[in-house]
């Protein structure tokens, strides 16, 4: 038994956007594969599990849902921490939500501080590319937005039509496993002197010893 | 000039550029004639021929100048004003106007020549560009423009020629751009490879109205590089010309105009690479990547250096609170029949509320006026709102309730989470209070639920949970992380196991004030004890929700299931509409009907109200358990031992 739970990979997926943007409805069609039908506004953060194998292995992926208004954000900052992966969300029938992305994403490196910023793997989503009346946020748009915010993945995507969901996830899935190896293959020699085992779980539990010590800071 | 500023989004009306709030200045303004009749007259009466002699017009001749549409031209049945004066030479005119050279000594300005100056060139050490004003104070009618400090006959002649051309590009105006841009852009796509269009009987009409587009160029290599040279130089000049209005005159007759160092031109190049050229490709790269633009972006004096700045468009919102913010209210006897009232509590004898409502107004206050409330809140709804965020909630709150399908309670929500944001600025509307407000509103009034929401904030520490910074939520969740470990033990080592902090889900709770959590029918128990024991009750309620899912939550392993297992209540909730949980969904579509009225179709509904049904008695068994424990907890935690705790947590 222990050897088959060691062989799983436990990914932290956050998605962050703009309120009323559609993430709650992608990640329940992604995890549940039926649309909505009873929208609701998450407040703090909700979360749900996904098992998917990529690549032969057995990921499970936490996906996390954050909660869109700004006020929200300072509880964001417990939330961010430890993510190997970050998706942001905008409506595309919305500009406003796209001129914020910038913000999300300041705010993701400020409150969640991974280590990489540079290569911190973030993916852009424009969703519900469904309301198609020749007004939405034109893709050449937000592909030059990602080019100057160093070559970051976008992706469009409809929660309502299913059109692309899951190749979003897993793009995002797959970014994040990238860069888990970087990190596994950095470990062990850091690790070496003290412990010859190394633990997976290790960041985690360390990020959740930091976090009442910083909420007390506030 | 370029000072677009992008205030933060609030409704429709919140891009504002600086530029249009500033009064025009300058000569040119083409929106005001007006205007452009008071630049006249400074002009001092003066003209030019073909020539290009000045001439001195009377009073009367000029009121026979007309205005035309995008660019000035003086009437020419006179014959004396030509049409070919450009806006730059009439720009130079003017600046020579205002600072008139500075004269030897010897020589007296007189009314007759205002323009009299020895032959000078303009200078600026800043630009490489040089121009030359000449003015001859023996002969004044002469006036040349000279791209050069060292002027001869022979080369005069040349250099005119080149100004013409010159000329010929400025007297483009705006609008005549603008249109041709947006006929050549269906065109073409790239500027490198275009080619004059052939001419329709369209674009020969709308040529006979601006016949100089014929012949101007769109790609300034077809300028000898001498020629770009001079253009580029005037170019800057002219721009230079409008911002400093004072210049030096000063001679300098170092270098010869033409024969540049190949190091200058160089320069030259890469400061100012092919204006025009850039501008157009910008036009029809703008004009493709984005839908809409505002004619005003493009303005006169910057129309080369300046794009289309990209303008959002804002989808027009589906509930604009502005619409309805002052509907009738219906009249405080209860005698307009639009009350309507969704609980299913007892009646009471006024119509405005029901008797648990009117239990919790005694509660709250002793002198319990319906006239004073009403008044006082529909003094706060008349001020101005614009917020996004309430018009995107008042949809998703309890979507599946009937009472909130209809409109009317729509706008009853929206009025009322305006109401709050005006009368509370700091702490403006947030996410989480549509629910407390919705609850609020199946049992009562507009106003009286406005004013309970009210006492909420002001007497129950509401304010701070909604505040910056969330400090009451935090606070909250500390006094729950202490009560847990006190009644739960188990429950709260296993958390630690699976790494679940209680904020995690308190912070949901805390702020939605579990309105989002606890159906709707069973909101008012909770609420009478909230209004009766303060946040005592809130805790308890956790604390019995707790228990209740104790198992399920000890068998869990991972975080996310451990969080599932607490938030199973709620899928069950939601989960009516989908049917029962413990049966086979498939059963559930091959039992769905392929088309209406069909024997299937009313099968399947008795069926399905069947599994409502169902559905619904379970999650009431439940519920009355969790009450069940709720009491229980109340009993446990006496007010005095939940001060201490409260004086505990300190934040």
């Known amino acids: 038994m222990e050897k088959k739970k060691n062989k799983k990979v436990f990914l932290k997926v956050v998605i962050i956007g703009d309120s009323g943007v559609g993430k709650t409805s992608l990640i329940h069609r992604y995890t549940s594969t039926r649309f909505l039908q009873d929208f609701k506004p998450t407040i703090g953060a909700e979360f749900s599990n996904k098992e998917v194998v990529i690549n032969g292995k057995t990921v499970v992926a936490q996906i996390w849902d954050t909660a869109g208004q700004e006020r929200y954000q300072s509880l964001g900052i417990s939330f961010y921490r430890g993510a190997d992966c970050c998706g942001i969300v905008f409506d595309r029938s919305d500009h406003s939500s796209f001129e914020n992305l910038d913000t999300w994403k300041n705010a993701f490196l400020k409150h969640g501080a991974p280590k990489e910023e540079g290569t911190f793997p973030f993916l852009v989503i424009g969703n519900k590319s469904d309301l198609d009346d020749g007004s939405l946020v034109k893709e050449r748009d937000a592909q030059q937005w990602c080019a100057d915010n160093g070559n970051l993945e976008y992706i469009e995507t409809s929660a309502k039509d299913n059109t692309s969901v899951e190749e979003a996830f897993t793009k995002l899935i797959e970014k994040g496993m990238e860069r888990e190896k970087v990190n596994l293959v950095e470990l062990p020699d850091r690790m070496s002197q003290k412990n010859k085992t190394v633990n997976l779980q290790r960041d985690v539990a360390k990020d959740v010893n930091r976090k009442p010590q910083k909420k007390k800071c506030c | ?651």
């Open chain 2, 1 to 651: 000039m370029e000072n677009l500023q992008y205030y933060p989004v609030k409704g429709l009306s919140s891009f504002i550029r600086e530029e249009d709030n500033q009064e025009p200045t300058g000569i040119s303004k083409r929106k005001i004639p007006g205007h452009r009749r008071r630049c006249l007259k400074k002009r001092k009466n003066i003209g030019i021929n073909k020539r290009n002699k000045i001439m001195t017009v009377n009073r009367k001749k000029r009121q026979g100048l007309t205005y035309g549409k995008a660019n000035y031209r003086p009437n020419y049945k006179e014959g004396i004003v030509t049409p070919d004066i450009t806006r730059r030479k009439r720009r130079v005119l003017k600046v020579a106007d205002q600072t008139p050279p500075k004269l030897d000594d010897q020589a007296t300005p007189t009314k007759t020549h205002n323009l009299t100056a020895s032959i000078s060139t303009v200078h600026s050490s800043n630009l490489k560009g040089r121009l030359t004003s000449s003015i001859k104070s023996s002969n004044p009618a002469k006036f040349i423009y000279l791209p050069g400090s060292n002027p001869s006959s022979t080369l005069r002649s040349s250099r005119i020629k080149v100004m013409e051309k010159n000329m010929e590009l400025s007297t483009v105006t705006d609008e005549s751009l603008n249109n041709r841009v947006e006929n050549l852009d269906n065109n073409y796509q790239d500027t490198s490879s275009f080619k004059t269009p052939k001419l329709t009987q369209k674009s020969k009409r709308r040529l006979r109205v601006a016949p100089d587009l014929t012949r101007m160029s769109y790609e300034p290599a077809r300028l000898s590089k001498r020629e770009e040279n001079i253009v580029s130089d005037e170019m800057n000049d002219s721009d230079h010309l409008k911002d400093q209005k004072v210049r030096d005159y000063s001679f300098t007759p170092t270098k010869t105009p033409f024969k540049k160092s190949p190091e200058e031109l160089e320069r030259a190049r890469q400061k100012k690479p092919s204006k025009r050229k850039v501008n157009i490709s910008n036009y029809s790269v703008t004009q493709r990547h984005y839908g809409k633009f505002s004619s005003r972006s493009v303005k006169k004096g910057d129309r080369f250096t300046k794009l289309r700045k990209y303008r959002p468009v804002e989808a027009p919102l589906k509930y604009d609170i502005n619409n309805f913010r002052m509907e009738k209210q219906p009249n405080h006897d209860g005698t307009d029949q639009k009350i309507t009232i969704w609980c299913t509590c007892e009646e009471d004898v006024k119509k405005y509320f029901c008797k648990t409502a009117r239990s919790w107004t005694e509660i709250v206050s002793h002198e319990f006026k319906y006239h004073k409330w009403k008044e006082s809140y529909e003094n706060i709804i008349k001020g101005q709102v614009q917020s996004k965020q309430i018009s995107k909630d008042i949809e998703r709150t309890f979507q599946k309730h009937y009472a909130f399908r209809n409109t009317s309670m729509i706008h009853r929500l929206a009025r009322v989470l305006c109401a709050i944001s005006l009368y509370d600025d700091k702490v403006g509307y947030v996410q989480g209070m549509n629910f407390v407000v919705g609850a609020f509103l199946i049992h009562c009034e507009e106003s009286i639920a406005f004013w309970l929401v009210i006492e909420l904030f002001e007497r129950y520490e509401m304010r701070e949970v909604y505040e910056d910074g969330l400090k009451g939520m935090y606070r909250h969740s500390g006094i729950c992380d202490i009560l847990v470990q006190q009644y739960l033990p188990e429950l709260y080592e296993h958390f630690g196991e699976v790494d679940v902090r209680i904020e995690m889900f308190i912070s949901d709770w805390a702020i939605s004030f579990l309105c989002s959590y606890i159906p709707l029918g069973r909101l008012k128990d909770y609420f009478t004890s909230f209004f009766k024991n303060g946040w005592r009750a809130f805790h308890c309620m956790v604390l019995a929700i707790l228990e209740f899912s104790q198992l399920q939550i000890l068998l869990s392993e991972d975080m996310p299931s451990c969080m599932g297992a607490i938030k199973t209540l709620k899928e069950h909730r939601q989960s009516i509409n989908y049917g029962k949980p413990k049966s086979n969904p498939s059963i559930l579509k091959n039992r769905l009907p392929r088309f209406k009225n069909s024997k299937a179709h009313v099968l399947s509904l008795s069926f399905k109200e069947e599994m409502e049904q169902d559905e619904q008695h379970i999650s009431n068994e439940i519920w009355d358990e969790i009450f069940h424990l709720f009491a229980k907890y109340l009993g446990k935690i006496s007010p005095k031992e939940y001060i201490k705790i409260h004086n505990q947590v300190k934040i």
